[in-house]
Protein backbone atom coordinates (compact mmCIF):
# COMPACT_ATOMS: atom_id res chain seq x y z
CA UNK A 1 0.00 0.00 0.00
CA UNK A 2 2.88 2.39 0.52
CA UNK A 3 3.99 1.87 -3.11
CA UNK A 4 0.99 3.87 -5.42
CA UNK A 5 1.88 6.76 -2.96
CA UNK A 6 5.76 6.32 -3.93
CA UNK A 7 4.96 6.32 -7.07
CA UNK A 8 2.68 9.41 -7.16
CA UNK A 9 5.76 11.36 -5.59
CA UNK A 10 8.15 9.70 -7.98
CA UNK A 11 9.76 7.53 -5.50
CA UNK A 12 10.97 4.35 -6.65
CA UNK A 13 10.40 1.61 -4.45
CA UNK A 14 12.10 -1.53 -3.50
CA UNK A 15 11.15 -4.65 -1.16
CA UNK A 16 12.99 -6.96 0.58
CA UNK A 17 10.29 -9.97 0.37
CA UNK A 18 10.72 -13.15 2.54
CA UNK A 19 9.16 -15.03 -0.26
CA UNK A 20 8.05 -15.15 -4.02
CA UNK A 21 4.71 -14.89 -2.71
CA UNK A 22 4.53 -12.16 -0.65
CA UNK A 23 1.74 -9.73 -0.94
CA UNK A 24 4.26 -6.71 -1.56
CA UNK A 25 6.34 -7.93 -4.69
CA UNK A 26 3.44 -7.34 -6.74
CA UNK A 27 3.21 -3.83 -5.73
CA UNK A 28 7.21 -2.63 -6.26
CA UNK A 29 10.71 -4.34 -7.51
CA UNK A 30 11.30 -7.21 -4.69
CA UNK A 31 14.32 -8.71 -3.49
CA UNK A 32 13.59 -12.17 -1.92
CA UNK A 33 15.72 -12.57 1.37
CA UNK A 34 15.93 -13.55 4.57
CA UNK A 35 15.65 -10.16 7.02
CA UNK A 36 17.73 -12.15 10.04
CA UNK A 37 20.38 -12.32 7.80
CA UNK A 38 22.61 -9.72 8.10
CA UNK A 39 24.54 -10.27 4.75
CA UNK A 40 21.00 -9.95 2.61
CA UNK A 41 20.33 -7.31 4.53
CA UNK A 42 23.27 -5.31 3.66
CA UNK A 43 23.47 -6.53 0.04
CA UNK A 44 19.71 -5.17 0.05
CA UNK A 45 20.47 -1.62 1.99
CA UNK A 46 23.46 -1.08 -0.95
CA UNK A 47 20.62 -0.68 -3.31
CA UNK A 48 18.43 1.66 -2.01
CA UNK A 49 19.14 5.45 -0.65
CA UNK A 50 16.44 5.04 2.68
CA UNK A 51 15.57 1.60 4.24
CA UNK A 52 12.03 1.53 6.34
CA UNK A 53 10.09 -0.77 7.72
CA UNK A 54 6.90 -2.71 6.98
CA UNK A 55 7.87 -4.34 10.93
CA UNK A 56 9.52 -4.81 13.82
CA UNK A 57 10.95 -7.84 14.06
CA UNK A 58 14.53 -7.01 12.49
CA UNK A 59 17.26 -8.14 14.70
CA UNK A 60 18.27 -5.16 16.58
CA UNK A 61 22.24 -6.26 16.45
CA UNK A 62 21.62 -6.29 12.72
CA UNK A 63 20.17 -2.65 12.46
CA UNK A 64 22.85 -1.13 14.80
CA UNK A 65 25.62 -3.28 12.60
CA UNK A 66 23.88 -1.27 9.29
CA UNK A 67 23.53 2.25 10.61
CA UNK A 68 27.44 1.77 11.76
CA UNK A 69 27.82 1.20 8.41
CA UNK A 70 26.81 4.35 7.54
CA UNK A 71 22.65 2.83 6.30
CA UNK A 72 20.33 5.71 6.52
CA UNK A 73 17.60 3.92 8.31
CA UNK A 74 14.06 5.48 8.99
CA UNK A 75 13.47 4.91 12.04
CA UNK A 76 16.72 4.15 13.31
CA UNK A 77 17.33 1.22 15.70
CA UNK A 78 17.74 3.45 18.83
CA UNK A 79 14.00 4.59 18.03
CA UNK A 80 12.48 1.06 16.63
CA UNK A 81 14.09 -0.93 20.24
CA UNK A 82 10.86 0.78 21.66
CA UNK A 83 8.33 -0.92 19.52
CA UNK A 84 10.30 -4.20 19.54
CA UNK A 85 10.76 -4.70 23.57
CA UNK A 86 7.73 -3.52 25.36
CA UNK A 87 9.96 -3.36 28.44
CA UNK A 88 11.81 -0.47 27.19
CA UNK A 89 8.65 0.57 26.05
CA UNK A 90 7.15 0.65 29.66
CA UNK A 91 10.41 2.22 31.14
CA UNK A 92 10.52 5.04 28.22
CA UNK A 93 6.58 5.83 28.90
CA UNK A 94 7.70 6.34 33.11
CA UNK A 95 10.57 8.52 32.06
CA UNK A 96 8.57 10.69 29.55
CA UNK A 97 5.70 11.02 32.40
CA UNK A 98 2.97 9.37 30.42
CA UNK A 99 0.18 7.72 31.42
CA UNK A 100 1.27 3.38 32.17
CA UNK A 101 -0.53 0.84 33.85
CA UNK A 102 1.05 -0.72 36.94
CA UNK A 103 3.83 -3.04 35.74
CA UNK A 104 7.08 -4.67 36.29
CA UNK A 105 9.48 -6.94 34.80
CA UNK A 106 8.85 -10.63 35.78
CA UNK A 107 11.99 -13.49 35.44
CA UNK A 108 10.26 -16.34 37.50
CA UNK A 109 6.43 -17.48 38.60
CA UNK A 110 7.47 -16.15 42.34
CA UNK A 111 7.92 -12.88 40.72
CA UNK A 112 4.64 -12.91 38.82
CA UNK A 113 2.66 -14.05 41.84
CA UNK A 114 4.38 -10.87 44.17
CA UNK A 115 3.45 -8.40 41.24
CA UNK A 116 -0.18 -9.83 41.44
CA UNK A 117 -0.53 -9.67 45.25
CA UNK A 118 0.52 -6.63 45.18
CA UNK A 119 -1.33 -5.41 42.34
CA UNK A 120 -4.32 -7.01 42.53
CA UNK A 121 -5.53 -9.93 40.29
CA UNK A 122 -5.96 -9.79 37.16
CA UNK A 123 -2.77 -9.62 35.56
CA UNK A 124 -1.67 -8.93 32.42
CA UNK A 125 1.11 -11.30 31.10
CA UNK A 126 3.22 -10.36 27.69
CA UNK A 127 5.95 -11.66 26.12
CA UNK A 128 8.41 -8.63 25.38
CA UNK A 129 9.16 -9.48 21.89
CA UNK A 130 7.18 -10.82 18.68
CA UNK A 131 3.89 -10.58 20.14
CA UNK A 132 0.81 -9.15 18.40
CA UNK A 133 -2.62 -9.39 17.08
CA UNK A 134 -3.04 -11.16 20.84
CA UNK A 135 0.03 -13.43 20.34
CA UNK A 136 2.24 -13.40 23.42
CA UNK A 137 -0.68 -12.35 25.66
CA UNK A 138 -1.97 -13.93 28.40
CA UNK A 139 -4.62 -12.83 30.97
CA UNK A 140 -4.79 -14.65 34.43
CA UNK A 141 -7.08 -14.30 37.13
CA UNK A 142 -6.06 -15.71 40.05
CA UNK A 143 -2.69 -16.87 41.80
CA UNK A 144 -3.45 -20.31 40.47
CA UNK A 145 -3.69 -19.23 36.88
CA UNK A 146 -0.22 -17.68 37.17
CA UNK A 147 1.42 -20.64 38.50
CA UNK A 148 0.34 -22.63 35.36
CA UNK A 149 2.74 -20.37 33.49
CA UNK A 150 6.28 -21.57 34.07
CA UNK A 151 6.78 -22.81 30.86
CA UNK A 152 6.36 -19.37 29.37
CA UNK A 153 9.75 -18.62 31.53
CA UNK A 154 11.15 -20.62 29.36
CA UNK A 155 11.36 -19.01 25.92
CA UNK A 156 14.53 -17.62 26.02
CA UNK A 157 13.56 -14.21 27.54
CA UNK A 158 15.74 -12.35 30.72
CA UNK A 159 12.17 -11.27 31.64
CA UNK A 160 8.47 -11.24 31.17
CA UNK A 161 6.25 -8.24 31.51
CA UNK A 162 3.58 -8.13 34.03
CA UNK A 163 1.02 -5.30 33.82
CA UNK A 164 -2.24 -4.70 36.06
CA UNK A 165 -5.43 -5.38 34.11
CA UNK A 166 -6.39 -1.49 32.94
CA UNK A 167 -10.41 -1.08 33.56
CA UNK A 168 -11.15 0.86 30.01
CA UNK A 169 -13.75 2.09 28.26
CA UNK A 170 -12.55 1.06 24.76
CA UNK A 171 -9.09 1.64 22.51
CA UNK A 172 -8.15 4.08 20.89
CA UNK A 173 -5.12 4.84 19.24
CA UNK A 174 -3.25 8.13 18.47
CA UNK A 175 -1.20 8.32 15.23
CA UNK A 176 1.35 10.93 14.30
CA UNK A 177 4.26 11.37 11.46
CA UNK A 178 7.76 12.88 12.64
CA UNK A 179 10.63 13.79 9.63
CA UNK A 180 14.43 13.15 11.01
CA UNK A 181 14.35 17.07 10.99
CA UNK A 182 11.80 17.25 13.72
CA UNK A 183 8.89 18.10 11.87
CA UNK A 184 5.37 16.18 13.40
CA UNK A 185 1.59 15.94 11.92
CA UNK A 186 -0.66 14.55 13.99
CA UNK A 187 -4.19 12.03 12.78
CA UNK A 188 -7.22 12.50 14.77
CA UNK A 189 -7.63 10.38 17.50
CA UNK A 190 -9.23 7.17 16.61
CA UNK A 191 -12.01 4.65 18.25
CA UNK A 192 -10.10 1.04 17.19
CA UNK A 193 -12.76 -2.09 18.39
CA UNK A 194 -10.36 -5.41 18.82
CA UNK A 195 -11.62 -8.85 18.09
CA UNK A 196 -10.29 -11.79 19.86
CA UNK A 197 -6.70 -9.59 20.06
CA UNK A 198 -7.34 -8.89 16.48
CA UNK A 199 -7.88 -5.10 15.04
CA UNK A 200 -11.73 -5.14 13.84
CA UNK A 201 -13.31 -1.72 13.25
CA UNK A 202 -11.74 1.77 13.56
CA UNK A 203 -14.00 5.01 13.36
CA UNK A 204 -12.30 8.16 12.75
CA UNK A 205 -12.25 10.55 15.00
CA UNK A 206 -13.34 8.73 17.96
CA UNK A 207 -17.09 9.39 18.04
CA UNK A 208 -17.51 11.12 21.73
CA UNK A 209 -14.29 11.20 22.68
CA UNK A 210 -13.56 14.31 25.52
CA UNK A 211 -11.83 17.08 23.80
CA UNK A 212 -9.17 17.53 26.31
CA UNK A 213 -8.70 13.50 25.98
CA UNK A 214 -8.03 13.90 22.59
CA UNK A 215 -5.53 16.96 22.80
CA UNK A 216 -3.43 15.22 25.81
CA UNK A 217 -3.98 12.19 23.46
CA UNK A 218 -1.93 13.30 20.31
CA UNK A 219 0.45 15.33 22.33
CA UNK A 220 1.37 12.38 24.10
CA UNK A 221 1.84 10.60 20.34
CA UNK A 222 4.00 13.77 19.76
CA UNK A 223 5.98 13.63 22.90
CA UNK A 224 6.92 9.66 22.50
CA UNK A 225 8.01 10.72 18.72
CA UNK A 226 10.51 13.61 19.91
CA UNK A 227 11.31 11.85 22.92
CA UNK A 228 12.37 8.57 21.33
CA UNK A 229 13.86 10.25 18.16
CA UNK A 230 11.13 8.16 15.77
CA UNK A 231 10.75 9.06 12.44
CA UNK A 232 8.07 8.21 10.01
CA UNK A 233 4.50 6.54 11.44
CA UNK A 234 4.23 6.33 15.08
CA UNK A 235 0.72 4.66 16.41
CA UNK A 236 0.34 4.75 20.12
CA UNK A 237 -2.21 2.25 20.85
CA UNK A 238 -4.29 3.41 24.32
CA UNK A 239 -6.73 2.43 26.53
CA UNK A 240 -9.65 5.12 27.44
CA UNK A 241 -9.80 5.40 31.16
CA UNK A 242 -12.68 8.60 31.39
CA UNK A 243 -11.73 9.98 34.73
CA UNK A 244 -8.27 8.72 35.52
CA UNK A 245 -4.98 10.85 34.67
CA UNK A 246 -5.61 12.59 31.68
CA UNK A 247 -8.41 10.07 30.63
CA UNK A 248 -6.21 7.27 28.77
CA UNK A 249 -2.87 4.66 29.40
CA UNK A 250 -0.71 3.81 26.67
CA UNK A 251 -0.41 0.38 25.55
CA UNK A 252 1.67 -0.29 22.88
CA UNK A 253 3.78 1.23 19.97
CA UNK A 254 3.87 0.50 16.34
CA UNK A 255 6.25 2.72 14.03
CA UNK A 256 5.43 2.19 10.68
CA UNK A 257 1.89 2.33 9.19
CA UNK A 258 -0.46 1.08 11.48
CA UNK A 259 -3.66 -0.83 10.85
CA UNK A 260 -5.64 1.74 12.84
CA UNK A 261 -4.54 4.04 10.47
CA UNK A 262 -5.89 2.65 7.23
CA UNK A 263 -9.41 5.05 7.35
CA UNK A 264 -6.98 7.29 6.43
CA UNK A 265 -6.02 6.09 2.81
CA UNK A 266 -9.70 7.25 1.76
CA UNK A 267 -10.74 9.74 5.18
CA UNK A 268 -7.55 12.57 4.74
CA UNK A 269 -6.35 14.59 2.75
CA UNK A 270 -2.70 12.57 3.37
CA UNK A 271 -2.97 8.88 3.90
CA UNK A 272 -0.62 7.58 6.56
CA UNK A 273 1.17 5.63 3.78
CA UNK A 274 2.27 8.70 1.85
CA UNK A 275 2.98 10.36 5.08
CA UNK A 276 5.54 7.74 6.02
CA UNK A 277 6.91 8.10 2.41
CA UNK A 278 7.24 11.28 3.16
CA UNK A 279 8.78 11.34 6.66
CA UNK A 280 11.30 8.79 6.09
CA UNK A 281 12.50 11.15 3.01
CA UNK A 282 12.29 14.37 4.87
CA UNK A 283 9.91 15.90 2.86
CA UNK A 284 7.05 18.48 4.03
CA UNK A 285 4.53 16.32 5.85
CA UNK A 286 1.23 16.48 4.54
CA UNK A 287 -1.96 17.84 5.63
CA UNK A 288 -4.02 15.64 7.99
CA UNK A 289 -7.22 16.79 7.98
CA UNK A 290 -10.49 14.27 7.78
CA UNK A 291 -12.47 14.75 4.18
CA UNK A 292 -15.72 13.87 5.75
CA UNK A 293 -17.10 13.97 9.44
CA UNK A 294 -16.41 10.26 10.15
CA UNK A 295 -14.31 7.24 8.57
CA UNK A 296 -15.05 4.02 9.16
CA UNK A 297 -12.46 1.21 8.72
CA UNK A 298 -13.38 -2.72 8.73
CA UNK A 299 -11.03 -5.39 8.51
CA UNK A 300 -12.14 -8.63 6.85
CA UNK A 301 -10.28 -12.17 7.72
CA UNK A 302 -10.40 -15.10 5.73
CA UNK A 303 -13.75 -16.88 5.82
CA UNK A 304 -15.78 -19.12 4.19
CA UNK A 305 -15.04 -17.35 0.22
CA UNK A 306 -11.45 -18.20 -1.13
CA UNK A 307 -12.35 -16.53 -3.49
CA UNK A 308 -12.11 -12.88 -2.74
CA UNK A 309 -12.40 -11.20 -6.36
CA UNK A 310 -15.58 -13.33 -7.10
CA UNK A 311 -17.25 -11.26 -4.84
CA UNK A 312 -15.83 -7.83 -5.48
CA UNK A 313 -18.69 -6.90 -7.77
CA UNK A 314 -21.71 -7.62 -5.72
CA UNK A 315 -19.69 -5.60 -2.64
CA UNK A 316 -18.94 -2.91 -5.26
CA UNK A 317 -22.55 -3.30 -6.45
CA UNK A 318 -24.34 -3.59 -2.80
CA UNK A 319 -22.10 -0.56 -1.27
CA UNK A 320 -20.71 1.81 -4.02
CA UNK A 321 -19.81 4.19 -1.18
CA UNK A 322 -17.13 1.41 -0.11
CA UNK A 323 -13.40 1.37 -0.84
CA UNK A 324 -12.15 -1.88 -1.05
CA UNK A 325 -8.43 -2.30 0.02
CA UNK A 326 -6.80 -6.24 -0.78
CA UNK A 327 -3.50 -7.20 0.27
CA UNK A 328 -2.74 -10.10 -2.25
CA UNK A 329 -3.04 -12.77 0.42
CA UNK A 330 -3.77 -16.34 0.60
CA UNK A 331 -7.02 -17.03 2.64
CA UNK A 332 -6.35 -18.58 5.69
CA UNK A 333 -9.21 -18.65 8.61
CA UNK A 334 -9.03 -15.78 10.90
CA UNK A 335 -6.07 -14.18 8.79
CA UNK A 336 -6.28 -10.36 8.00
CA UNK A 337 -6.59 -9.89 3.91
CA UNK A 338 -8.02 -6.89 3.27
CA UNK A 339 -10.31 -3.68 4.69
CA UNK A 340 -13.02 -1.82 3.80
CA UNK A 341 -13.30 1.90 4.45
CA UNK A 342 -16.54 4.10 4.32
CA UNK A 343 -16.61 7.74 4.73
CA UNK A 344 -19.42 9.55 6.45
CA UNK A 345 -20.34 13.01 5.59
CA UNK A 346 -21.73 14.37 8.35
CA UNK A 347 -22.42 12.88 11.84
CA UNK A 348 -25.74 11.58 11.00
CA UNK A 349 -24.39 8.92 8.11
CA UNK A 350 -21.75 7.29 10.86
CA UNK A 351 -24.41 4.43 11.28
CA UNK A 352 -25.12 3.76 7.51
CA UNK A 353 -21.41 4.07 7.02
CA UNK A 354 -20.75 1.76 9.70
CA UNK A 355 -23.57 -0.51 7.99
CA UNK A 356 -21.87 -0.40 4.68
CA UNK A 357 -18.50 -1.04 5.42
CA UNK A 358 -19.88 -4.12 7.62
CA UNK A 359 -21.62 -5.22 4.81
CA UNK A 360 -19.05 -4.77 1.97
CA UNK A 361 -16.67 -7.24 4.15
CA UNK A 362 -18.85 -9.59 5.36
CA UNK A 363 -19.86 -10.14 1.52
CA UNK A 364 -16.23 -10.08 0.55
CA UNK A 365 -15.27 -12.46 3.47
CA UNK A 366 -18.17 -15.15 3.42
CA UNK A 367 -18.83 -14.82 -0.53
CA UNK A 368 -22.09 -12.94 -2.31
CA UNK A 369 -24.24 -14.98 0.06
CA UNK A 370 -23.95 -12.91 2.55
CA UNK A 371 -26.04 -10.26 1.03
CA UNK A 372 -29.07 -12.45 1.39
CA UNK A 373 -28.09 -13.35 5.21
CA UNK A 374 -28.00 -9.39 5.71
CA UNK A 375 -31.37 -8.68 4.62
CA UNK A 376 -32.89 -11.39 6.50
CA UNK A 377 -34.95 -9.67 9.75
Not at 275 to 300: C, E, F
Not at 332 to 350: F, M, Q, S, Y
Request: charge should be negative; hydrophobic fraction near 45%; include cysteine.
Amino acid sequence: MMAPAATALGVRLRVLAEGPDVSATSAAPSTVGDYRDIEVLKAFAAEVDVVTFDHEHVPPEHLRALEAAGVNLQPGPEALQYAQDKLLMRQACDRLGLPNPAWAAVSSVADLLDFGDRTGWPVVLKTPRGGYDGKGVRVLRSPEAAESCGDWFELGFEALLAEEMVDFSRELSAQVARTPSGATASYPVVESIQTEGVCDVVTAPAPGLDGRTAHAAEAAAVALAEGLGVTGMLAVELFETPGVGPGFMVNELAMRPHNSGHWSMDGAVTGQFEQHVRAVLDLPLGSTATLGSYTVMKNYLGGANEDLYAAFPTAMATFPEAKIHAYGKSVRPGRKIGHVNVTAATPEDLVSARAAAEGAAAIISEGPQAVDQQEQP
